[in-house]
């Protein structure tokens, strides 16, 4: 097996000097004490250039340069008394409370190879070659993470327009954003304490939007209903995922808790997994049906996995990570009668739902299919399913929105959840803006609507080419087979290794 290869165009240099706004918010506030005000423009950076002379009077003025300066020449060395003191400190303190020996072990086992030791390499020779160390090609392209942002894909302007709106809402009186833009910045504003994306909100999130999620729901499944109080605005689709999983292991020794995983899978579950020490089942999707997923292959995992371990949970990742297939809806319809015929818990990835591209294929919601089936089904299965901000068409990673909804949730248990949520207090409030702006996009009749749906289906488009030309590149090159990328922003190739190249191995 190969790593995935992620569908990904060249940076521009813009996108090179897009920083993270939190970041930048942190810094500006504490080390310079500088206006909020100038993190807008990392927000929607055509600000920088924006009539009203925002950009112009705050960004790379010599006031704030001197400030840096300023902060620079104040720092002095530690006087010989200080630092007397603070090698006798050292010295007390010899025997560390935190040592390998002494950590959380269950952290040891958690392997996470999206960011692992390939990766660090590949930074390090990326800082190699800025310092004018010689390799044979000139730049690294990270495609170990799903970032289209990173790689030069270009933001969705409504949903620009609309967070800096509401992180600035003194933009909202300047000319030059459509009215659809202000309104929706107002109205996210007005479910806001204190009209401030800078407030605290709910546990599960913004109700409003909670509400707007419901409907987004409704319409994509044909009107079945959704309930708001079932959804829970999460930290990207990955806090989601680890809330549930947290909510579902349990036991110890034979009957601890086994949660069934695609393999090849995203490494968050086995992450995971091996933090809350629960037990890993494998099953394997079929790659000669380009990666289909067969019941068969379910049962055989569940009836071995219960000869050590109790398992009670199983999760699809729909269009798959790294795998790139979309199931269809007959496959969806077995995995649901399964589920319900072992009383298993359905977990459903869907976070690129958006994203689908070879001919003949359509994304099916688990919920969607699971109502269909009727109430022999829809009454008993136990479904939590996800979506999120950083995949689709908008690729916003770095705001962290996603949302959760959970189907059949005991109530009492459905407390927990909510007890558990809040322990976190709540979900960064300028991400629960996007997932509003994503369910909630321009309509026909708006002024951002044409706008909007140009940038979506070139976007769109786009990934749908990148996803042909990768399979088509890789299966040029002799002794590597890449089935066809479906959906999602990924391929997983297979690299075929002569039989003596197998033999040279096996001595080594």
Not at 47 to 58: F, K, V
Not at 126 to 152: S, T
Not at 349 to 377: R, T, W
């Given at each position: 097996m190969m790593p995935n290869g992620l569908l990904c165009s060249n940076p521009s240099p813009e996108s090179m000097l897009r920083p993270h706004a939190a970041q930048m918010c942190h810094f500006l506030a504490v080390n310079l004490s500088v206006p909020c005000t100038q993190v807008e423009l990392c927000m929607y950076p055509r600000l920088i250039a924006h009539p009203t002379g925002l950009g112009r009077r705050h960004l790379g003025v010599s006031a704030t340069t001197g400030k840096v300066c300023g902060i620079l020449q104040q720092r002095t060395q530690p006087s010989e008394k200080t630092m007397n003191m603070q090698n006798s400190n050292v010295e007390a303190h010899q025997v560390k409370v935190l040592t390998l020996d002494t950590m959380n072990p269950q952290i040891k086992k958690i392997e996470y190879a999206v960011r692992g030791p390939i990766v660090q390499k590949a930074v390090d020779i990326g800082k190699q070659l800025q310092r004018g160390v010689k390799w044979p090609f000139e730049e690294v392209i990270h495609a170990n993470i799903g970032d289209g942002h990173a790689m030069g894909q270009q933001p969705i302007t409504f949903l620009r327009q609309v967070v800096a709106l509401c992180t600035y809402p003194e933009l909202i009186n300047q000319n030059g954003f459509p009215e659809d833009v202000k309104r929706r910045a107002r109205k996210i504003l007005g479910a806001c304490g204190g009209r401030s994306l800078g407030a605290y909100t709910g546990s599960q999130g913004i109700e409003s939007i909670r509400i707007d999620v419901a409907k987004y729901?409704?319409?994509?499944?044909?009107?079945?209903?959704?309930?708001?109080?079932?959804?829970?605005?999460t930290t990207g689709a990955s806090d989601g995922i680890a809330l549930m999983l947290k909510l579902l292991i349990s036991g110890s020794g034979s009957v601890r808790t086994g949660v069934m995983i695609p393999i090849p899978q995203y490494p968050l579950y086995s992450a995971l997994l091996a933090d809350f020490a629960a037990i890993q089942v494998n099953y394997y999707l079929d790659e000669e049906k380009c990666w289909a997923l067969d019941v068969a292959e379910l049962r055989r995992a569940l009836l071995e996995a219960r000869k050590h371990c109790s398992p009670k949970v199983l999760c699809v990742i729909n269009p798959g990570n790294p795998t790139g297939q979309v199931q269809s809806r007959r496959c969806i319809e077995d995995v649901i009668r399964f589920?319900?015929?072992?009383?298993?818990?359905?977990?459903?990835?869907?976070?690129?739902?958006?994203?689908?591209?070879?001919?003949?294929?359509a994304f099916h919601s688990f919920k969607k299919v699971l109502f269909e089936m009727g109430p022999e089904f829809s009454n008993?299965?136990?479904?939590?399913s996800y979506h999120s901000t950083s995949k689709g068409y908008m690729g916003e990673c770095g705001f962290r929105g996603g949302y959760m909804e959970v189907v059949n949730m005991d109530p009492q248990v459905k407390n927990h959840l909510v007890k558990l949520v809040s322990v976190r207090l709540c979900s960064p409030v300028p991400g629960q803006a996007t997932v509003d702006i994503v369910v909630d996009p321009p309509q026909c009749g708006d002024p951002s609507y044409e706008l909007f749906i140009q940038e979506k289906t070139a976007v769109l488009d786009n990934l749908a080419?990148?996803?042909?030309?990768?399979?088509?590149?890789?299966?040029?090159?002799?002794?590597?087979?890449c089935n066809p990328v479906q959906g999602a922003m990924y391929s997983f190739p297979r690299l075929d290794l002569p039989?003596?190249?197998?033999?040279?191995?096996?001595?080594q």
């Amino acid at each position: 097996m190969m790593p995935n290869g992620l569908l990904c165009s060249n940076p521009s240099p813009e996108s090179m000097l897009r920083p993270h706004a939190a970041q930048m918010c942190h810094f500006l506030a504490v080390n310079l004490s500088v206006p909020c005000t100038q993190v807008e423009l990392c927000m929607y950076p055509r600000l920088i250039a924006h009539p009203t002379g925002l950009g112009r009077r705050h960004l790379g003025v010599s006031a704030t340069t001197g400030k840096v300066c300023g902060i620079l020449q104040q720092r002095t060395q530690p006087s010989e008394k200080t630092m007397n003191m603070q090698n006798s400190n050292v010295e007390a303190h010899q025997v560390k409370v935190l040592t390998l020996d002494t950590m959380n072990p269950q952290i040891k086992k958690i392997e996470y190879a999206v960011r692992g030791p390939i990766v660090q390499k590949a930074v390090d020779i990326g800082k190699q070659l800025q310092r004018g160390v010689k390799w044979p090609f000139e730049e690294v392209i990270h495609a170990n993470i799903g970032d289209g942002h990173a790689m030069g894909q270009q933001p969705i302007t409504f949903l620009r327009q609309v967070v800096a709106l509401c992180t600035y809402p003194e933009l909202i009186n300047q000319n030059g954003f459509p009215e659809d833009v202000k309104r929706r910045a107002r109205k996210i504003l007005g479910a806001c304490g204190g009209r401030s994306l800078g407030a605290y909100t709910g546990s599960q999130g913004i109700e409003s939007i909670r509400i707007d999620v419901a409907k987004y729901i409704e319409r994509r499944d044909g009107g079945i209903p959704s309930d708001p109080t079932n959804i829970f605005l999460t930290t990207g689709a990955s806090d989601g995922i680890a809330l549930m999983l947290k909510l579902l292991i349990s036991g110890s020794g034979s009957v601890r808790t086994g949660v069934m995983i695609p393999i090849p899978q995203y490494p968050l579950y086995s992450a995971l997994l091996a933090d809350f020490a629960a037990i890993q089942v494998n099953y394997y999707l079929d790659e000669e049906k380009c990666w289909a997923l067969d019941v068969a292959e379910l049962r055989r995992a569940l009836l071995e996995a219960r000869k050590h371990c109790s398992p009670k949970v199983l999760c699809v990742i729909n269009p798959g990570n790294p795998t790139g297939q979309v199931q269809s809806r007959r496959c969806i319809e077995d995995v649901i009668r399964f589920a319900a015929e072992e009383n298993l818990y359905l977990m459903a990835d869907e976070v690129y739902q958006d994203n689908i591209y070879a001919e003949g294929c359509a994304f099916h919601s688990f919920k969607k299919v699971l109502f269909e089936m009727g109430p022999e089904f829809s009454n008993k299965v136990e479904l939590a399913s996800y979506h999120s901000t950083s995949k689709g068409y908008m690729g916003e990673c770095g705001f962290r929105g996603g949302y959760m909804e959970v189907v059949n949730m005991d109530p009492q248990v459905k407390n927990h959840l909510v007890k558990l949520v809040s322990v976190r207090l709540c979900s960064p409030v300028p991400g629960q803006a996007t997932v509003d702006i994503v369910v909630d996009p321009p309509q026909c009749g708006d002024p951002s609507y044409e706008l909007f749906i140009q940038e979506k289906t070139a976007v769109l488009d786009n990934l749908a080419t990148k996803a042909r030309l990768v399979e088509e590149t890789f299966n040029t090159v002799p002794g590597i087979h890449c089935n066809p990328v479906q959906g999602a922003m990924y391929s997983f190739p297979r690299l075929d290794l002569p039989p003596r190249a197998v033999e040279a191995a096996k001595d080594q």
